[in-house]
């Protein structure tokens, strides 16, 4: 059911920078990622999960107010891979970051952990 997977996470100083990887679980829904919408989401521990920043038509990038400037989403050429560059980072980045597609989040994976510490 898990149809994506993350990685790239960890533990990063205030002010540094970190880039986050998704790619298919499995070769099955390569075709889907590569064509679909994709986000990245994201959850602080006790609180909702909640949209970082989406990207559309493969170009087309959207961000959250709290990191606009500060984070890029992007694909690869070959669109089988989405990433999160992630700078500058603040402590209130702490959170378990996970991707998805845009529109019709269904199953989620287990998401890669990023811990900015001050």
């Known amino acids: 059911q898990v149809q994506v997977v993350e990685s790239g996470g960890g533990l990063v100083q205030a002010g540094g920078s970190m880039r986050l990887t998704c790619v298919p679980s499995r070769a099955a829904f390569g075709s889907l990622f590569r064509t679909s919408d994709m986000a990245w989401y994201r959850q602080v521990s006790g609180q909702a999960r909640e949209l970082v920043a989406s990207?559309?038509?493969?170009?087309?990038?959207n961000y959250a107010d709290s990191v606009k400037g500060r984070f890029t989403i992007s694909k690869s050429d070959a669109k089988t891979t989405l990433y999160l560059q992630m700078n500058n980072l603040k402590s209130e980045d702490t959170a378990v970051y996970y991707c998805?597609?845009?529109?019709?989040?269904?199953?989620w994976g287990q998401g890669t952990q990023v811990t900015v510490s001050s």
């Open positions: 998805n597609f845009l529109r019709r989040p269904i199953y």
């Open positions: 990207l559309s038509r493969g170009e087309n990038a």
